[in-house]
C-alpha cells in the first residue's frame, strides 16, 4: 500500500528534525478493556503503530484498566487478538494501568504533599451540584481547605479499606471557576472495594480514568500520545497534573474519529445491541467490531486499505460504508477463489442424457490469479439452477432461461428448456431442458451466440449448505442524529437466512474463516457455526461495486 500521510506524520517529522525527543518515536494505543474493539479503534491503533513502524520506534498496548466494574479479562484477551489479527506488532510490550497502581498512589500522595488535592466528603449529587455547568460556575467544597495532614491522613485509611465506597474521593486542587468543566477539581481517586482482574483484592481505591491516562504515558516514556478529539478539553488537566508533579511529558495530538453510515461506533451502544438481542453478540457480522468484520469476511489488509483512504484529519466528518465494501470487494476479487453455488434452487432434469450420466468440467479457480489454477466439477442429468434465473413469461431484457430458450452453463453446454413441471398450488418445481452436446465447454461449433450465461450445481454432488446474507445494521445514515431511540433505527431485514442452498462439492476443502466467491452472486467466507453435517457461509458483500454511485452523488 502506499504510505500515507497526513498532519500527525508531519508533527512527528518535525519534531524529529528538530531533536525533540532526541529522534525517539514511542506511541501506545490504550484501550479499555470494557467491551470489543470496533474499526474505529483500528483507526486510532493501526495509526499509532504505523507512525511507530514509519519511524523504527516502538508501540505498546497498554490497557487502561482503572475500573474494576466493567472490565474483564475476556476484553483483554479479545483486544489482544483484535489487534494481532490486524497485525500491529506490540512485542513483549503489553502493559496495563494496573502494572503502575503503586506509582500513581505515590503521585497522588505528592499531590496532596503539594497542597494541589483534597479529600472530599460530599454526597455525589452535591459534587454534582456544587460543580456547576457552562454558563455557571461551580462553587468550592467545605472540605476543600483541609489541611495536607488531614488529606494525607485520610487518603492512607481510604487505601487501608476504612471507608465504604463513595463515602470520600480524592480531588485535584485546581479552579471550580475554569471555564473548562474539567478543571473543576476533578475527582483522582474514588473507594471502590471490588476484585480487580490484574490485582485481585489488592486495592480497594482505583484511580479515575483522567488522573491515570497521561502519567501512564509519562511513566512509558510515550513520545507521541495520539489520542481522537473527544481527549482535547481533556489535555489541560492532562497538562496540569504533569507539570504539578514534575514528570517527564509526552505531547499529546489529536485526530477526528471515524464514522461511518449505517452503524454506530460506540463500545456502549453496541453493548446495548448485544444485551437487547439486535444482534446475536460481539462477533455478529453485522457489527462494526474487528471481532464482527472478520467473521463477516472481511482482511486486515481490505480495512487498513480503507483506513488509508479515508485518511487522518482533525475535523470531524462521515464516512459512506459502501467504501469499506469497495475495499474488501477489491481484495477478495484478486485472492478469492471462485465457485459455484445455488442460493435458491431450481431444479433441472436434463432429458437427452441418460440416467447416472456422470462427466467433469474444468473451472478457473480466480481468473485474476494464473497461478490459481483449474479444477473439475462434476455435472450429471439432474442439476439445480438459481430460481431467479427462470421466468415463464419473460419480461423485456430477461435474457436468462425461459421456455424454448438457449442459455449457456458456466464451463458446460448450451441448454434449451422444453417443460415445465408444476405442482398441485401451479408452484414450478422442476423444469425439463436438453443440452447441445457439441457446445461441451460452453462454445457452439456453428458460431451461434446466446445472450446469458448461468450458474449451476450437479444436484447428485451438490453440498447442503446454510447461506447467510446480511444488509445494513440501520436504516438511516446516522441513527444517533435522528428522533427516538437509536434502536428503533434497527434494519429488522438486515439478515436472511437461506437454508436449502446447494453448493459445488469442491468447498469442502474450504476451512473456517477462508474467503470465497460464489459466481454472479457475491464473496462469502465459512462460518464458524459450520459443522461436518452442514457448513455455513457468511455473505460478506456482493459483486456490484456501490462506491462509484455514492461517490458522484457527493
Same mark, same amino acid.
Do not use: M, Y
Given at each position: 500500500m502506499e504510505?500515507?500521510? *497526513?498532519? #500527525?506524520?508531519? #508533527?512527528?517529522?518535525?519534531?524529529? /528534525? +528538530? !531533536?525533540k525527543f532526541k529522534g525517539r518515536v514511542h506511541t501506545r494505543f490504550p484501550p479499555e478493556p470494557n467491551g470489543y474493539l470496533h474499526i474505529g479503534h483500528a483507526k486510532a491503533f493501526m495509526l499509532s503503530y504505523g507512525v511507530a513502524k514509519e519511524n523504527n520506534g516502538k508501540f505498546n498496548l497498554r490497557f487502561d484498566d482503572t475500573n474494576p466494574v466493567k472490565e474483564e479479562t475476556e476484553y483483554v484477551d479479545g483486544i489482544i487478538a483484535d489487534v494481532k489479527w490486524m497485525g500491529a506488532d506490540f512485542e513483549d510490550r503489553l502493559l496495563f494501568a494496573s502494572d503502575y497502581f503503586g506509582q500513581l498512589y505515590d503521585y497522588a500522595e505528592d499531590l496532596i504533599k503539594k497542597g494541589r488535592a483534597y479529600i472530599d466528603d460530599q454526597t455525589p449529587e452535591e459534587m454534582k451540584l456544587n460543580r456547576g455547568d457552562f454558563e455557571k460556575p461551580g462553587k468550592d467544597s467545605s472540605f476543600r481547605n483541609r489541611s495536607v495532614e488531614q488529606n494525607l491522613g485520610l487518603f492512607r485509611r481510604m487505601k487501608a479499606g476504612e471507608f465504604a465506597d463513595g463515602v470520600r474521593v480524592l480531588r485535584a486542587k485546581i479552579d471550580m471557576t475554569h471555564p473548562n468543566m474539567n478543571m473543576r477539581d476533578p475527582v483522582i481517586y474514588r473507594i471502590l472495594h471490588a476484585s480487580h482482574h490484574n490485582t485481585g483484592d489488592e486495592w480497594c481505591i482505583y484511580p479515575m480514568y483522567d488522573w491515570a491516562h497521561g502519567l501512564e504515558d509519562s511513566i512509558e516514556g510515550i513520545t507521541h500520545s495520539l489520542c481522537d478529539v473527544s481527549f482535547e478539553n481533556h489535555r489541560p488537566l492532562y497538562d496540569w497534573f504533569l507539570d504539578q508533579l514534575g514528570v517527564y511529558h509526552p505531547q499529546q495530538i489529536e485526530f477526528a474519529r471515524l464514522n461511518m453510515t449505517y452503524t454506530i461506533m460506540s463500545k456502549r451502544k453496541l453493548l446495548v445491541l448485544v444485551e437487547? !438481542?439486535?444482534? /446475536? !453478540?460481539?462477533d455478529d457480522p453485522r457489527l462494526p467490531t474487528l471481532l464482527g468484520l472478520r467473521r463477516r469476511g472481511y482482511t486486515p489488509h481490505s480495512i487498513q486499505d480503507f483506513l488509508n483512504?479515508? !485518511?487522518?484529519?482533525k475535523k470531524e466528518n462521515w464516512i459512506a460504508i459502501e467504501l469499506l465494501e469497495h475495499c474488501i470487494r477489491e481484495h477478495l476479487n484478486k485472492i478469492a477463489p471462485r465457485y459455484m453455488g445455488v442460493l435458491d434452487p431450481l431444479k433441472i432434469v436434463i432429458t437427452n442424457?441418460?440416467?447416472g450420466h456422470e462427466e467433469f468440467m474444468e473451472a478457473i479457480n480466480n481468473p485474476e490469479d494464473e497461478s490459481a489454477g483449474t479444477r473439475q466439477i462434476p455435472f450429471s442429468k439432474e442439476i439445480y439452477i438459481e430460481r431467479a434465473d427462470f421466468m415463464e413469461e419473460p419480461v423485456k431484457k430477461f435474457f436468462r432461461l425461459a421456455p424454448g430458450r438457449e442459455v449457456r452453463l458456466r464451463y458446460a453446454y448450451f441448454m434449451t428448456?422444453? *417443460?415445465?413441471? /408444476?405442482?398441485?398450488a401451479g408452484n414450478i418445481i422442476e423444469l425439463h431442458c436438453t443440452v447441445d452436446p457439441e457446445t461441451k465447454g460452453g462454445n457452439a461449433p456453428d458460431g451461434r451466440r446466446v445472450k446469458a450465461t448461468m450458474h449451476w450445481v450437479s444436484a447428485k454432488h451438490a453440498i447442503d449448505a446454510e447461506v447467510r446474507l446480511y444488509d445494513k445494521l440501520f436504516t438511516v445514515e446516522n441513527p444517533l442524529a435522528e428522533d427516538g431511540v437509536f434502536e428503533s433505527y434497527v434494519n429488522k431485514?438486515?439478515?436472511?437466512?437461506? +437454508?436449502?442452498?446447494? #453448493?459445488?462439492p469442491a468447498v469442502k476443502e474450504l476451512g473456517i474463516e477462508d474467503k470465497i466467491q460464489f459466481e454472479r452472486t457475491g464473496y462469502f467466507c465459512v462460518d464458524k457455526d459450520t459443522t461436518p453435517e452442514k457448513m455455513v457461509f457468511n455473505r460478506t458483500t456482493g459483486l456490484r461495486d456501490t462506491w462509484a454511485k455514492v461517490k458522484n452523488q457527493n
Open positions: 504510505q500515507p500521510k *497526513d498532519f #500527525i506524520r508531519d #508533527i512527528v517529522a518535525e519534531d524529529n /528534525k +528538530t !531533536g437487547n !438481542g439486535h444482534v /446475536k !453478540g460481539w483512504r479515508v !485518511g487522518v484529519a442424457l441418460p440416467d428448456c422444453n *417443460d415445465i413441471v /408444476k405442482d398441485d431485514d438486515s439478515l436472511e437466512i437461506r +437454508t436449502n442452498c446447494k #453448493i459445488e
